[in-house]
């Protein structure tokens, strides 16, 4: 079975600052699928960025940026120059290609990290 | 506006009643699914329909039925509540293999 962990259940970043939010994950699948959800004080999920397991260059997308490394199994969220508006619950998910993991099909969630900036 | 609706934003139940949590979309997407997020936790997977016609149990499918009305709708049901049953409830739909889009959520409070 699929496993996301975030270790940081809770982060205090100043404004402006580089934010690295942790993810790592636990799958006998190759073929699989990382995402980072933000999730703000009104409930909505946004969808953030995406890692396919066989893309080879880490994906980015504006200010979101997503360390993988593969073989230590981790695919940390970076969030360059953060503003006020980052703070939120951000979840780490992940899905299996073809549900070969044993699992049903969906993305797997972690826990979560609640981001705050402080000014 | 194109996405995923769910109805009722809010719900508070009694302890035995029943309800349907509705979901539409409108992206014309094959798979659609059920999650619910409890304090502290991400969300875990009820139940989902890979295509119109199917439906099957994800990670906490107990307490719950599912129907797959057309390719637009999936609604769950709780035929019983239960005070556990309290929780955020999620739909979304997906095109491809990373396009999901969820819904604004349901708040079900159950007394």
């Known amino acids: 079975a699929q496993k996301i962990t975030q270790t940081q259940p809770g982060m205090f970043v100043q404004e402006k600052e580089a934010v690295t939010l942790d993810c790592t994950y636990d799958t006998s699948d190759q073929s699989y699928g990382l995402f980072w959800y933000k999730q703000p004080s009104s409930g909505e999920m946004i969808f953030l960025i995406y890692?396919?397991?066989?893309?080879?260059q880490n994906a980015t997308e504006g200010r979101y940026s997503l360390n993988f490394q593969k073989a230590r199994k981790s695919a940390n969220l970076v969030i360059s120059a953060s503003q006020l508006g980052d703070s939120a619950m951000y979840f780490c998910a992940m899905r299996d290609f073809l549900g070969a993991g044993g699992g049903a099909d969906g993305l797997t969630f972690g826990k979560g990290t609640h981001l705050i900036i402080q000014p | 506006n194109a996405g995923v609706t769910q109805t009722p934003k809010f719900q508070v139940l009694k302890t035995g009643q029943s309800m349907t949590l509705q979901c539409a979309q409108d992206m014309n997407h094959n798979s659609m699914y059920w999650y619910r997020q409890d304090p502290g936790m991400g969300l875990r997977l009820i139940y989902y329909?890979?295509?119109?016609?199917?439906?099957d149990k994800g990670e906490v499918p107990n307490g719950y039925n599912v129907s797959r009305l057309n390719k637009r709708e999936f609604s769950l049901r709780l035929e019983s509540a239960a005070p556990s049953q309290t929780s955020v409830y999620f739909c979304a739909s997906i095109l491809g293999y990373y396009g999901y889009t969820f819904g604004s959520g349901t708040r079900l409070t159950v007394v």
């Open positions: 329909s890979a295509s119109e016609g199917t439906t």
């Open positions: 890692q396919g397991s066989y893309d080879e």
